[in-house]
């Protein structure tokens, strides 16, 4: 990815600050408070429309490609 060890550490640096950013829009957004809802209370965010089982199937999938991406810097 980078030709030199100080390239790489701004790469993963630049990628944590990237993944905290969309994390901090994801959980301010419409998304992010079904979320915490469907975290606290599933027979609530189920009644509010949220469709639960999907809801934490995509958080899954979401973690699983930092996760990827994590790997992939290291």
Do not use: E
């Not at 949220?50 to 990827?68: D, E, I, K, N, Q």
Request: glycine share 10%.
């Amino acid at each position: 990815i980078a030709p030199t060890a100080q390239a790489m550490h701004f790469v993963a640096w630049g990628a944590v600050i990237v993944s905290v950013f969309l994390y901090v829009n994801l959980m301010h957004s419409p998304l992010g408070r079904a979320l915490r809802t469907a975290r606290q209370d599933a027979l609530r965010a189920t009644a509010d429309g949220t469709g639960v089982p999907h809801l934490l199937a995509g958080t899954f999938a979401l973690s699983a490609a930092m996760a990827g991406v994590a790997g992939w810097l290291y």
